[in-house]
């Protein structure tokens, strides 16, 4: 998960943070490529209910949440253009790029 701040000063603006999310095939294809798939949960079922819970709590904390479809190959082809692993801090950035670039088309 990537947190994004809308700017200002942090305790005027809510915090928002882009949710990589991932499907079945998606999931089982970044379990392949990641550096750290040693760490990522066993199963996409297991990852989804984990990822659902994170999200509930972080919007009952009061942070707004964004659901960022994350297609693998991209990832792994943006990880390359930047010279950066696939690993869970890089998965983050790009799930906050895909979610700022979203924000300004529209």
Same mark, same amino acid.
């Given at each position: 998960?990537?947190?994004?701040?809308?700017?200002?000063?942090?305790?005027?603006?809510?915090?928002?943070?882009?949710?990589?999310?991932?499907?079945?095939?998606?999931?089982?294809?970044? /379990?392949?490529?990641?550096?750290?798939?040693?760490?990522?949960?066993?199963?996409? @079922?297991?990852? /989804?209910?984990?990822? @659902?819970?994170?999200?509930? /709590?972080?919007?009952?904390?009061?942070?707004?949440?964004?659901?960022?479809?994350?297609?693998? @190959?991209?990832?792994? *082809?943006?990880?390359?253009?930047? @010279?950066?692993?696939?690993?869970? /801090?890089?998965?983050?950035?790009?799930?906050?790029?895909?979610?700022?670039?979203?924000? *300004?088309?529209?």
């Amino acid at each position: 998960m990537a947190k994004r701040h809308s700017g200002g000063r942090p305790s005027a603006m809510p915090r928002n943070v882009a949710i990589g999310w991932y499907d079945a095939v998606q999931w089982a294809r970044l /379990k392949q490529v990641a550096i750290d798939a040693n760490d990522l949960d066993d199963s996409y @079922e297991a990852w /989804k209910r984990n990822a @659902e819970n994170v999200e509930r /709590k972080l919007r009952r904390e009061g942070t707004q949440t964004q659901r960022v479809q994350i297609d693998v @190959e991209a990832l792994v *082809s943006w990880c390359q253009f930047q @010279e950066r692993p696939v690993n869970g /801090k890089s998965r983050s950035q790009y799930a906050a790029h895909l979610a700022a670039r979203r924000d *300004s088309m529209s």
